[in-house]
């Protein structure tokens, strides 16, 4: 596809079990970034890959989240020992890395913390 | 970091022009004003951007002000489909790494 690709697109998982979600960027784009959408809420900043670069991962809110990107395309955000309070939309985006500021973003993976 | 604000409701009656926002005092000089809009249960998606001067698309227009502290962005006539949160965000450069901060936005809603 010519988008942004994000899976799964709903999780549903118990307090303490680890998630992974993935994202699949627009060929060619060099920057990746990870936000959160917490009902009603803006979004989130958590993570910004750019290129070969080390990854910004001041927005991550614990270090029970990490995040990596193999081969500077597909990236996953891993949440561990999840909390009820990590229920949230989490939204990929992916642009060119030209200092243009456009983002594509994908649909978001909703997760559910019980 | 420079930040944005904007009201966090508008109304507007179908087909006719809506004007929203955006206060940005603290712009520095190399930032780049964002527009960004979130229908719901979709991800944002990109409206329009601009530094100095006003721009055009076939989305909307943006009016920047001469001083750069605050801006507009104009539909020219609302539809529903156009109700939606828009997002008003500056270009911030940390170094090596940039991130886009999102504010709460204006949630826009059409009217019939």
């Known amino acids: 596809g010519a988008g942004v690709s994000q899976s799964p697109s709903n999780k549903v998982t118990e307090k303490g079990k680890d998630v992974e979600l993935r994202c699949d960027p627009i060929?060619?784009?060099?920057?990746l970034y990870w936000y959160r959408q917490s009902l009603g809420q803006g979004l989130e900043f958590l993570i910004y890959f750019q290129g070969n670069s080390a990854p910004d991962k001041s927005g991550l809110p614990s270090d029970r989240f990490s995040a990596e990107r193999t081969g500077g395309s597909v990236s996953t955000l891993t949440i561990q020992r999840t909390q009820q309070e990590d229920s949230a939309v989490y939204l990929c985006?992916?642009?060119?890395?030209?200092?243009?500021?456009?983002?594509?973003f994908g649909e978001g993976s909703r997760l559910t913390v019980l | 970091d420079a930040k944005t604000t904007q009201p966090n409701s508008m109304e507007s009656n179908e087909e006719e022009p809506v004007h929203l926002p955006c206060n940005h005092s603290t712009i520095s000089g190399t930032d780049y004003i964002h527009w960004y809009r979130q229908l719901p249960s979709q991800g944002p998606e990109y409206v329009i951007h601009g530094l100095t001067s006003n721009v055009n698309n076939r989305m909307a227009s943006l009016a920047i002000a001469e001083d750069r502290k605050s801006s507009t962005l104009i539909l020219h006539r609302a539809t529903l489909r156009d109700a939606a949160v828009y997002y008003c965000?500056?270009?911030?450069?940390?170094?090596?790494?940039?991130?886009?901060?999102f504010g709460s936005g204006t949630q826009l809603t059409v009217l019939p």
């Open positions: 985006a992916s642009s060119p890395g030209v200092n243009t500021g456009e983002l594509f």
């Open positions: 965000i500056l270009v911030l450069s940390s170094g090596s790494a940039r991130q886009l901060t």
């Open positions: 060929s060619g784009h060099t920057a």
